[in-house]
């Protein structure tokens, strides 16, 4: 099976970098996406690793290591709409999801 | 051009009736997903429809079952619900099972 981990919460100021760290235990692994939630809304397609390195989009960067079972996504110069739950997924065979609990991003002014 | 759409938005039920979700898959899609996301937990993945055959499937109870049809539209159906069917369904959709999905706006169960 999959397990995940990420923090539950964290508080910036806008402007500021942020990191959010995911470490994952899997029996098959194709890759790894980050998704956006705000309160009341859908899930958001961020990015996808399914190579080691980093991906940019934006202000937005996703890293994965597989050799330490490990990716982040790093939000730079936060916005207060920055302001949501950000999950991490390991894609399996087939496409199957597995998500992690989500980290409750808060941006102060 | 679309993205992944879903109805209803909202919808409420009572125990042991039965319940229909509709979701269309973003253009150029052909793989759609389901998963339930209970409050302030990440999606659970019910089960994944390609080609009109249900390919992978999660810990869930034969009451959820679903449907592809021909040009790619997905249904969830729930028989006997529980009060713990009450969540948020989000349908999602993928070109040939890779790479991100792409959500619908879910909807909205309550079971009272």
Redesign the interface.
Same mark, same amino acid.
């Given at each position: 099976g999959q397990s995940l981990e990420q923090p539950s919460e964290v508080t910036a100021v806008e402007g500021a970098i942020v990191q959010i760290n995911c470490t994952y235990q899997t029996s098959g692994f @194709?890759g790894l $996406?980050w @998704?956006q939630q705000h309160d009341g =809304? %859908?899930? /958001? #397609? !961020? $990015? @996808?690793n399914g190579l080691d390195g980093l991906e940019e989009t934006g202000r937005f960067s996703s890293f994965l290591s597989r050799s330490d079972s490990y990716g982040y996504l790093l939000l730079q110069e936060l916005q207060m709409k920055d302001s949501a739950s950000y #999950?991490c %997924?390991v894609h399996a065979a =087939?496409?199957? !999801? /597995? #998500?992690? =609990?989500?980290t409750r991003v808060l941006v102060k002014p | 051009d679309a993205g992944v759409t879903q109805s209803p938005t909202h919808l409420i039920k009572t125990r042991g009736q039965q319940v229909t979700l509709r979701c269309s898959p973003k253009s150029g899609h052909d793989t759609v997903s389901w998963y339930q996301q209970a409050l302030g937990q990440g999606p659970q993945f019910i089960f994944q429809y390609y080609e009109e055959e249900e390919r992978q499937r999660g810990n869930f109870p034969d009451r959820f079952s679903g449907h592809q049809y021909p040009n790619y539209s997905s249904e969830l159906n729930v028989n006997a619900l529980l009060l713990g069917d009450s969540a948020l369904y989000l349908c999602a959709s993928s070109p040939q099972s890779r790479g991100g999905l792409f959500f619908g706006p879910g909807t909205r169960l309550t079971v009272l």
């Open positions: @194709y $996406s @998704y =809304g %859908a899930p /958001t #397609f !961020l $990015s @996808y #999950f %997924a =087939g496409n199957k !999801l /597995t #998500f992690g =609990g989500g | -």
